[in-house]
Each structure stands twice: as structure tokens, then as C-alpha cells.
């Protein structure tokens, strides 16, 4: 019987991979991502698992999701009627995937990203036979401008940092929408030239981008969430990031393993006016990095405690 310690073997005796895809609104940009899968090799170990977080839509338009892909047995299409956002969601498809389908590899995936290493699987085993890990980041390349969106960062954000975060966001939207040209500017600048060597080699210890995470055997086996605690949207990568440090589990940042990343495809598609589209990224950001925040001085205060 399964207990959530070892994970299910594909036909051929090789570990179960589930991709679990965040689906919301448009699902052509879903499709785009399950067809890119549904190519890879190794289909025998692959599963996948659409969660589907259109809370809005009525049943019978939720059931079109599910009709879609009923042909496929390897498809599971597992609504959500919760509106607890990207790490809730997450977590719906994460726990469905390690614990009825017995995963031992569970990939987290925006579904504006596909998949074209053809042997994407075996990249993986390769790579946790050289270098084992708990949570793995990819090279992810953004579709629009080539831009490596991993390592997001290479180090926590400090207490002082977080703070400054909460505060800044909270000054942005109490100005909006005055503020949106500065905002606008900041944000741009922050796109610029990389350097190869940077993204280009294998890095421990990172802050890993959310678009796509692997999350190892060595996670899913301890692990019964993917993310805690939850977040609407954004700084996820910093709460998972300071957690797994917590734990003394290691995120490495692997250039061999590669996905492109449509970059905001499907906020694009929910807000298409730029303003309203960028006050929500503000008002989530600063939500979360409240929560991190929160984390922090809590530990703070549990260490307190101990020293006296």
C-alpha cells in the first residue's frame, strides 16, 4: 500500500513524472502547454494534472475542460472551487499527484510554459544522479525577449527587505493610478543584458522563479504541500525558498533542463488593460511579501525565546 514515502513505478519500472498545469481562463494557452508534454519521451512515466482554477465559470462550462481531454487516461482534470489563488491551487494538484496518482516527480508549471526538450525526463534523472536535490529550477527562457528567468535571486530577502517591499507597494497603490508611469519605468529597467555565465552554470542555494518547479522524489517523499504557508499570487519562491532552508533542503538552479515561458500569458488574458493588470501584481505582492515578513519574525521570536 502507498504511504507517501515511496512513489509509483511507470510501465517500464522507471519513476512516475506529474506535470501539474494551473489552469485558468484561456485554454488554448493550457493546450499549447499539454501538447508540448504529450511529446516529450518517456510517455509512460508522464501524467498530468490540470487544475482547473476558473472558479467563475458555471459547471457546464468547466465540464468543456474536462471533456477535452477525457480521451486521454493520462489527463486528469481536477477543478477547484476555492478562490485561495496560485499556491492553494498548487497545492490541490500537488497532493492529487503524490498521493492518487503515487508520483515521485511532481513538476508545478504556469501553463504559458511548454516543454521542447524532447528528453526532458531523462534530463531530469540525469541530472539528481550528479547533483541530488529537493526543488530543481530550470532554465527558463522568456518567450518575448530570451531573458533567463532563473535563478530569480541568490539569496533570502532580508527582514528589512521584505519590510521595505510591503511598504513600497502599499505607498504604489494608495497613489494609484498617479503612480503607474514611475511603476511602469521601474519595471522595465529591471529587464536588462545577462551574463551567460550566470545563467549558463549550475547554482546551489537559489531563489528559484515559480513559472516551473521540479520538485525532486527526495521533496515529494517529505512533503505533503508544495506550498506553506499560501499566497494569492507572488513571493511564493521566497516563503518555499526560506522553508526549504528551514528544513536544510536544497534548490538548485539546473541550466541543462530548459522550458520557455510565455510570460504572463494567462494574467494577459484576465487583465488586458496594462494599469489594472499591474495594480493586482502590486496588490499581490503586497500580500505575500507581508506573509514572508510574518515568517521571519516569528522565527525571530521562537529563537528569543530559546536564548532565554
Not at 498548487?90 to 516527480?105: C, F, I, M, P, V
Not at 531573458?147 to 533570502?156: A, Y
Not at 545563467?199 to 517529505?222: H, N, R
Amino acid at each position: 500500500m502507498f504511504d507517501g514515502t515511496e512513489g509509483m513505478m511507470g510501465e517500464t519500472g522507471m519513476d512516475t513524472v506529474s506535470f501539474v498545469i494551473l489552469h485558468y481562463k484561456d485554454r488554448a494557452i493550457t493546450d499549447k502547454c499539454i501538447q508540448s508534454i504529450l511529446k516529450l519521451e518517456n510517455q509512460e512515466q508522464i501524467q498530468i494534472v490540470i487544475v482547473d482554477n476558473d472558479i467563475h465559470k458555471d459547471k457546464n462550462s468547466r465540464k468543456e475542460l474536462a471533456d477535452f481531454y477525457k480521451g486521454n487516461s493520462r489527463i486528469h482534470v481536477l477543478p477547484v472551487y476555492e478562490n485561495g489563488g496560485f499556491s492553494h491551487a498548487n497545492n490541490k494538484g500537488y497532493a492529487y499527484a503524490r498521493e492518487q496518482l503515487q508520483s515521485s516527480w511532481i513538476i508545478a508549471a504556469n501553463n504559458d510554459i511548454t516543454f521542447e526538450q524532447k528528453d526532458f525526463i531523462k534530463r531530469l534523472e540525469k541530472s539528481r544522479q550528479k547533483h541530488p536535490c529537493h526543488v530543481m529550477g530550470p532554465d527558463i527562457v522568456r518567450l518575448c525577449d530570451g531573458i533567463h528567468q532563473n535563478p530569480m535571486d541568490t539569496r533570502l530577502r532580508t527582514e528589512k527587505e521584505a519590510a521595505y517591499t510591503v511598504r513600497m507597494n502599499h505607498l504604489a497603490l494608495t497613489l494609484y493610478p498617479f503612480s503607474f508611469p514611475l511603476v511602469s519605468k521601474m519595471l522595465a529597467e529591471g529587464s536588462q543584458e545577462q551574463d551567460a555565465d550566470f545563467y549558463g552554470s549550475m547554482q546551489e542555494d537559489i531563489i528559484p522563479c515559480g513559472a516551473c518547479l521540479i520538485f525532486t522524489p527526495d521533496f515529494v517523499k517529505s512533503e505533503s504541500l508544495a506550498f506553506t504557508p499560501e499566497t494569492q499570487f507572488f513571493y511564493e519562491e521566497y516563503i518555499l525558498a526560506y522553508r526549504c532552508r528551514k528544513k536544510g533542503f536544497s534548490i538548485l538552479y539546473e541550466p541543462s533542463v530548459k522550458v520557455i515561458h510565455d510570460s504572463a500569458a494567462a494574467t494577459k488574458a484576465t487583465y488586458k488593460d496594462r494599469k489594472k493588470r499591474l495594480r493586482f501584481m502590486m496588490e499581490q505582492t503586497e500580500k505575500a511579501a507581508k506573509i514572508y515578513l510574518e515568517m521571519i519574525l516569528e522565527d525571530g521570536k521562537c529563537t528569543e525565546k530559546q536564548k532565554k
